[in-house]
């Protein structure tokens, strides 16, 4: 099982940034997949989360209605609209999964097993 992310960089606030995390050794049909995102001195927390399996989401109340999860199965990637950003959103972001977790809830909230390497995403102007 493997996770690599991709599509970070700098952005000016309010603007928009497509994060991409291509999978592989699963499918995206059952568990969850999500987006987590460490900034300097801060915790690491769940910022999206998609069951594959319901297309259920889960957004952390920072980002709703500002950040949008998708995937395309035929890719076997999973993507993060990120718009209207500011600096508070300048953090490393992470895509991970737990093919024990199908819960899109469960997964942002808990500890995800499987982690791809981050991609930097800084806000500023």
């Known amino acids: 099982v493997q996770l690599q992310a991709s599509g970070g960089g700098l952005v000016q606030p309010g603007g928009s940034l497509t994060l991409s995390c291509v999978v592989s050794g699963f499918t995206l049909n059952r568990p969850a997949v999500g987006w987590f995102r460490q900034a300097p001195g801060k915790e690491r927390e769940g910022v999206s989360c998609?069951?594959?399996?319901?297309?259920?989401?889960h957004y952390a109340d920072a980002v709703k209605g500002r950040f949008t999860i998708s995937r395309d199965t035929s890719k076997n990637t999973v993507y993060l609209q990120m718009r209207n950003l500011s600096p508070e959103d300048t953090a490393v972001y992470y895509c991970?999964?737990?093919?024990?977790?199908?819960?899109?809830?469960?997964?942002?909230?808990?500890?995800?097993?499987?982690w791809g390497a981050g991609t930097q995403v800084t806000v500023s102007s």
């Open positions: 991970a999964t737990d093919l024990g977790h199908s819960s899109s809830y469960a997964l942002c909230n808990g500890r995800p097993s499987t």
């Open positions: 998609l069951s594959t399996w319901n297309d259920i989401t």
